[in-house]
């Protein structure tokens, strides 16, 4: 059974950090990208960052360059993806997905599995 489990969400001063992981089971992570979305209120979801499962290759939304970083941890009793974000702005505050997909994109549509989401704020 294919599961992801999104987690290290809170609430954070803004310029202050955060790691979200995203551990997933029920298939190897060498077998596919992961997606990091968030959505803030009212808003739609967007494509955030990903990874390959398979590579190194990444992809970063403009919004988001040189803030936060992607890694993955493919070890089999880890298996889990990371989003490091720092210097996080009010406008970071969203909830944030991750997603099982067989390459890298921004596109949600490609994405078959997701996680339940973590909740990020991000406010003085």
């Known amino acids: 059974q294919v599961q992801l489990v999104e987690s290290g969400g809170g609430l954070v001063q803004p310029g202050g950090s955060l790691r979200l992981s995203c551990a997933v089971s029920g298939f190897y992570l060498e077998h596919y990208a992961i997606g990091w979305f968030r959505q803030a209120p009212g808003k739609e979801r967007e494509g955030v960052s990903s990874i390959s499962g398979s590579d190194n290759s990444t992809y970063y939304a403009d919004s988001v360059k040189g803030r936060f970083t992607i890694s993955r941890d493919n070890a089999k009793n880890t298996n889990t993806v990371y989003l490091r974000m720092n210097t996080l702005k009010p406008e970071d505050t969203a909830v944030y997905y991750c997603?099982?997909?067989?390459?890298?994109?921004?596109?949600?549509?490609?994405?078959?599995?997701w996680g339940q989401g973590t909740q990020v704020a991000v406010s003085s």
């Open positions: 997603a099982a997909g067989p390459q890298v994109s921004y596109l949600e549509d490609e994405y078959a599995y």
